[in-house]
């Protein structure tokens, strides 16, 4: 399970949803024969990383698989809904057989409606709505594509929800609570390379007020190379005393806009007579 997916994921269920599907999984776990089970030819991951499921394989070797796979029974055996990769990797390792909690197709159509369904709820916060998508994804196989296609969003919307769950934890906690906003939580995404600054920038966003702006300009001058996070905060900063002696002087509000090469000045006005009063001032 991703980090992040949260420990209450049952309570998003609908009330009258069969919650016995998805508990008690303890008392459902088969060891099944690993030439028994076979993968979904429809798995929308077609490449798996050999040296990663080497290093997967070496770890079943010591702990096991910690994680069962989910199966359906199938004609020839059992086909795998989720958990192909640790299959691939219990092979290598040489196990006979895995544990794996095999379902009906029933059950999962229930569960895949009941994960629609929540994450078309308006009430649903960002990361849960994340927590939704993922589920469709990694358990049920659902391409990204497809999964946009059934909610009625971009997949590019579909792919920038389920990435807030790569969110620092600090920063999941702030989305949950409301105190940053989507925006805020994208631009603390774009800095994943950079966790230092990802901490800097949720400080600012909760201590200092920043709106997505001086977020966004604060990822812009650290990934430009900004020396220090007091350097980057400086781009984000959209007034300086410079401009502040130029409003007073123009009696209107400058504050200055930076992008990745340079950046503009901006003098606001409100009516042509507030406009010519600037020129008259410059």
Do not use: C
């Not at 994208?186 to 600012?204: C, G, T």
């Amino acid at each position: 399970m991703a980090k992040g997916l949260g420990k209450g994921f049952e309570g998003l269920l609908p009330t009258n949803f069969d919650i016995t599907i998805i508990q008690g999984e303890k008392d459902r776990v088969s060891q099944l024969l690993v030439h028994d089970v076979f993968p979904n030819p429809d798995q929308p991951r077609r490449e798996f990383d050999q040296e990663q499921l080497e290093e997967l394989a070496s770890s079943i070797r010591r702990h096991g698989i910690l994680q069962p796979l989910i199966v359906v029974k199938h004609t020839d055996g059992h086909r795998i809904v989720a958990g192909e990769r640790r299959w691939r990797a219990a092979q290598l390792a040489g196990l006979a057989e895995v544990p794996a909690i095999v379902r009906t197709l029933e059950e999962l159509e229930q569960l895949e409606i009941a994960l629609i369904e929540n994450v078309q709820r308006v009430d649903l916060s960002p990361l849960d709505q994340a927590a939704s998508i993922y589920r469709l994804y990694h358990q049920f196989n659902i391409a990204y594509e497809d999964i946009a296609l059934r909610l009625g969003k971009a997949v590019s919307t579909v792919n920038n929800i389920t990435r807030l769950l790569q969110l620092p934890e600090p920063a999941q906690a702030a989305l949950r609570a409301n105190q940053i906003s989507e925006g805020h939580a994208r631009a603390i995404l774009a800095l994943k390379e950079y966790p230092h600054a990802q901490d800097f920038l949720l400080a600012s966003i909760l201590r200092l007020g920043w709106t997505v702006r001086q977020a966004e300009q604060y990822v812009t001058a650290t990934k430009n190379g900004a020396k220090t996070a007091t350097d980057a905060k400086k781009a984000a900063i959209d007034t300086t005393p410079q401009t502040k002696h130029l409003s007073k002087k123009l009696g209107t509000k400058v504050t200055i806009k930076r992008t990745a090469k340079g950046g503009s000045l901006q003098i606001f006005f409100r009516s042509e007579d507030e406009l010519n009063t600037i020129f008259m001032n410059l």
